[in-house]
């Protein structure tokens, strides 16, 4: 066995073993969602290592770039994802092989963190090489609709699929002149919160170019734009979910507003209940019960590269990652 990193001519081999290894999930194996994720991403194109045996592919190791930062200092991050060792050659060890070759070239590179979001399978991989336990992000719930969801429960209500395509709404505030100066405005209110670095083209790319799923967006504008929110609607066995997966603020004067284009948008859609990560929802939204769960959210974990303290990232206490930044990755 050999390894060597991909290139665009491997993409199709690539999806080819990724649905031989880890089948069809809600997240499609399709070289128009490996080329989005993998190579149109704003933050960087991802280092891929192969595992390759007799010119065959049988095992992938993908490390996806990102950027955290904290104030004005910016925080190099990478993040495990789309990992398959072939069925015939599992438990001999490449898994490993593969990350701490991986881990290798992200120090040359000068990388600060590693972070994933790893299924059942890859945490096992994470733990066997000695890392810490991922931990869960908590996730903040508004229920609307209580009885609505326990009648939804009890009769076993079977979810819709998800809507495709941009939503009009979500190209119109991307569009926005004034996007610029919100994000500016919008990291002042962490001024010691790692927060992910997000620029108008990584919007662009995370909310209108993103091949799967349906986001709008919402805001508030009074001479500019002084709020805005991305959300998703998610049809599950409770009912209809609304997940908001980012929010900027220009000043926390302007939440009751953005409260108020919720509430509207919460009838319109007939929503049961509202979820929210680091924002906790509760301020923004009305309902009969608020509740933050670590037990739903996204498993999370980290391990250092060049960072030599990562106690800002355990627990959560003080890196604040949006459900926009775990999801779908």
């Known amino acids: 066995m050999e390894t060597r990193f991909a290139t665009e001519d491997d993409?199709?081999?690539?999806?080819?073993?990724?649905?031989?290894?880890l089948?069809?999930?809600l997240v499609p194996k399709s070289e128009g969602y490996w080329r989005w994720k993998h190579l149109e991403n704003p933050f960087g194109d991802s280092l891929v290592l192969l595992a390759v045996?007799?010119?065959?592919?049988?095992?992938?190791?993908?490390?996806?770039?990102w950027q955290w930062k904290v104030g004005e200092e910016p925080i190099e991050a990478v993040r495990g994802v789309d990992t398959v060792i072939h069925p015939d050659y599992q438990g001999n060890g490449i898994f490993g092989e593969l990350t701490m070759e991986l881990m290798k070239k992200c120090e040359e590179k000068g990388y600060h963190i590693l972070f994933s979001t790893p299924n059942e399978r890859s945490k096992r991989g994470y733990l066997k090489l000695g890392w810490e336990r991922p931990d869960h992000l908590p996730v903040n719930v508004k229920v609307i609709r209580p009885f609505r969801i326990l009648t939804n429960v009890l009769r076993k209500r079977k979810p819709l699929e998800p809507g495709q395509g941009v939503h009009n709404s979500v190209a119109y505030y991307l569009s926005r002149p004034d996007l610029d100066a919100l994000l500016v405005m919008n990291e002042k209110h962490y001024p010691s919160k790692i927060i992910t670095a997000h620029t108008r083209q990584s919007l662009q790319w995370r909310y209108a170019q993103v091949p799967v799923g349906r986001y709008y967006a919402i805001g508030v504008e009074m001479q500019g734009t002084k709020a805005l929110c991305f959300y998703r609607l998610k049809s599950t066995y409770a009912g209809t979910e609304m997940r908001i997966t980012d929010i900027f603020l220009e000043s926390a004067?302007?939440?009751?507003d953005l409260k108020n284009v919720l509430v509207k948008k919460i009838v319109e859609h007939d929503i049961d209940f509202v979820t929210s990560?680091?924002?906790?929802?509760?301020?923004?939204?009305?309902?009969v019960l608020?509740?933050?769960?670590?037990s739903i959210g996204p498993c999370v974990t980290t391990h250092k590269i060049s960072l030599p303290d990562l106690r800002n990232f355990g627990g959560f206490a003080n890196w604040s990652p949006s459900l926009g930044d775990l999801e779908l990755f």
């Open 53 to 65: 045996k007799k010119e065959n592919i049988i095992g992938v190791r993908t490390f996806m770039r």
């Open 23 to 25: 089948g069809e999930t």
């Open 253 to 256: 004067r302007f939440e009751k």
């Open 290 to 294: 608020a509740l933050s769960r670590k």
């Open 277 to 287: 990560g680091s924002f906790n929802v509760a301020r923004l939204v009305s309902g």
């Open 11 to 21: 993409i199709p081999a690539i999806i080819d073993l990724l649905k031989t290894g």
